[in-house]
């Protein structure tokens, strides 16, 4: 089983702060990672597939990158409403497995 | 616009079996493009996937769910459906369905459904 370690847990930003996440895979996954926004009472909502592609209506402020075993999700001029949980997750293999998640407050 | 619906019991008695329902509206669940599938989310904690099926009934289940998972798929109806026997208390959580492409990521999710395994 392929296991996804993200970091930090927690992160605490002003407004208009750029935020980086970061994601680490166990072994190599090629570009088979994805990225989900997770709010409150929510279902999560897909924000970046295969590493690097923005899914449709997403804005642009969010960004991934990497390949391999260290990927990396970006909030550029991060705003209120992006107060959420960020998990990665891998479709590398079986089984599909997601990150422990990190959670983005506020300041 | 496609949706996906989960429905079934809220509460399930410890031993017994879990069962849901997830209908889709808006699309087909018999295109050849796309999986179907299950993931939970307990109560504060992460996310975990299941299983998934195809709409042809082929299913990939979580290892360490195997023993206790069958996902079946009815096109006649655009359902899918999840049972899992011998529920704990370790089994409460939120069950998503949704879709996912072909060694992609699932995009369209459920909005979720509590079952909590309580005597």
């Known amino acids: 089983e392929i296991v996804l370690t993200q970091s930090p847990d927690f992160q605490s930003v002003t407004p208009k702060e750029k935020v980086t996440i970061t994601c680490r895979a166990s072994q190599s996954i090629g570009s088979n990672l994805h990225w989900y926004q997770q709010k409150p009472d929510q279902s999560p909502k897909l924000l970046i597939r295969f590493a690097s592609q923005s899914f449709s209506g997403v804005p642009s402020r969010f960004s991934g990158s990497g390949s391999g075993t260290d990927f990396t999700l970006t909030i550029n001029s991060l705003e209120t409403e992006d107060a959420a949980t960020y998990y990665c997750?891998?479709?590398?293999?079986?089984?599909?497995?997601f990150g422990q998640g990190t959670k983005v407050e506020i300041k | 616009q496609l949706q996906l619906q989960e429905s079934g019991p809220g509460l399930v008695k410890p031993s017994e079996t879990l069962s849901l329902t997830c209908t889709v509206s808006g699309g087909s669940i018999g295109s050849t493009d796309y999986y179907w599938g299950w993931i939970r989310q307990p109560p504060g904690k992460g996310l975990e996937w299941i299983g998934s099926?195809?709409?042809?009934?082929?299913?990939y289940y979580n290892p360490s769910l195997k023993s206790r998972v069958t996902i079946s798929v009815d096109t006649s109806k655009n359902q899918f459906s999840l049972n899992l026997t011998s529920v704990t208390a370790a089994d409460t959580a939120v069950y998503y369905c949704a879709r996912r492409g072909v060694g992609a990521a699932p995009d369209y999710w459920g909005q979720g459904f509590l079952v909590t395994v309580s005597s």
């Open positions: 099926i195809y709409y042809s009934g082929s299913t």
């Open positions: 997750h891998q479709s590398s293999s079986l089984p599909w497995t």
